[in-house]
């Protein structure tokens, strides 16, 4: 049906389209004050980019992309995440030659074929922040403080972060002998998909979630206990710089995330009251996946939060500001040559950046007084006969009720200074 929108999807309607506005607003200050930059990459990628950057053994690539082949027999597809794209980016516009390191935030939609459930969609929107070029475990603490101070600044406090550590090409290697060896009597009791996994990618075995795995998985080894000596100290530091913020976190020994491409620090963040789907955020370093996008070895760390989710987190919390879409004023016209002075009061008003409505359906001046208190108008400057012959309105004060007779030419003029005596009260 043509009236119906694709599964998966929702409109963001006027109602609550001013809750997503606080809250772009609020990471768009976020961000400026730790010296973060914006960037917005194309909606759609070529396909390669997510097969190499994302990993073809991720649910991602394998069940959710949204890929298709365009008019020149290219395959592109709409992002499912924008990391691998803000890499391609930094990449192709030589961002390491002004930027080190490059620290980079995005807002906008993504794309995955998943099931659609609260706070979850086909098409979705995330906030997601990039540190490029720093190996200093230090930017790892920033990266995941930000998230956290976002998340406080919009009032959920109930938070919980956990850490660890996903080693590196030094001591993955033998973790991942330790994982085989693990689930090799367990093989033909794994689903499909972590039979595929086994020898592709074992330590995806820890984040399937198929039950029957996830209890076949219980005693797998941890890959915390077989950190190469770069990646210990590594972790340690991390936690260092928490403790000296006084931030708490707990250690998961078997939180991987969903992504081929994270080394060592991985971590995600929990909002308790949204219940079993309760991760917000998650993220973590890939030291490898500038060099996986054909760039030099480039160490890196960013997260991914999800906006409809946070959106939903809000609400029921009952934290979303109250909508506000009075004006300053309502002109109200009597007549066809008033309405032409209405829009061209209405003209400079904006112009002068005074917030201004009028009535475009030939409506009595009962009806347009309604229409001025639905949007709750500061003032009402009426139009009929009388004020057109001396060229004047007659403004009403919607809260006192009080009217005086203003030159059209002063209109504008009045208006800023009772703003002026607003400000001063």
Known sequence: MLTTGPRGTKDILPDISYSWRYIE?????????????????????????????????????????YTFTDLGQRSLTLRPENTAAVVRSYLENKLYATLNPAKLYYIGPMFRYDRPQAGRYRQFHQFGVEAIGAKDPSIDAEIISLA?????????????????????????????????????????????????????????????????????????????DCLCEECNDHFEKLQGFFKAANIDFIINKRLVR????????????????????????????????????????????????????????????????????????????????????????????????????????????????????????????????DELLNNQVMLKNMKTSEQELVSIDDLKNKLVDKAGEKKND
Do not use: W
Request: proline share 4%; with cysteine.
């Open 25 to 65: 607003n609020i990471i768009h200050e976020l961000c400026q004050q730790a010296a973060y930059q914006e960037i917005r990459t194309p909606i759609f990628e070529h396909t390669e980019l997510f097969l190499r950057g994302i990993g073809e053994t991720t649910d991602i690539v394998e069940k959710e992309m």
């Open 148 to 224: 956290i101070q976002f998340f406080q600044r919009l009032g959920l406090n109930d938070l919980t972060l956990q850490i660890n550590s996903v080693g590196c090409p030094v001591c993955r290697p033998i973790y991942r002998e330790k994982l085989q060896a693990f689930f090799k009597d367990k093989l033909p009791s794994l689903c499909k998909d972590c039979q595929s996994r086994y020898e592709r990618n074992p330590m995806r075995l820890l984040d399937c979630k198929n039950e029957k795995c996830q209890e076949l998985s219980q005693g797998a080894p941890h890959i915390i």
């Open 258 to 385: 969903g992504l081929d491409y994270y080394t060592k620090t991985a971590f995600e963040i929990e909002y308790k009251p949204l219940g079993a789907q309760s991760a917000v955020c998650g993220g973590g370093r890939y030291d490898g996946l500038i060099e996986q996008c054909g760039g030099q070895a480039t160490p890196a760390i960013g997260f991914a939060i999800g906006l409809e989710r946070t959106f939903l987190a809000l609400e029921k919390q009952n934290l979303l500001p109250p909508k506000d879409d009075s004006i300053k004023i309502f002109i109200a016209p009597i007549g066809e040559k008033a309405k032409e002075v209405a829009f061209r009061l209405v003209y400079e008003l904006r112009s002068a950046h005074i917030s201004a409505e009028t009535d475009y359906l030939d409506r009595s001046i009962k009806a347009q007084m309604k229409s001025a208190n639905r949007y709750q108008a500061e003032y009402v400057a009426i139009i009929g006969e």
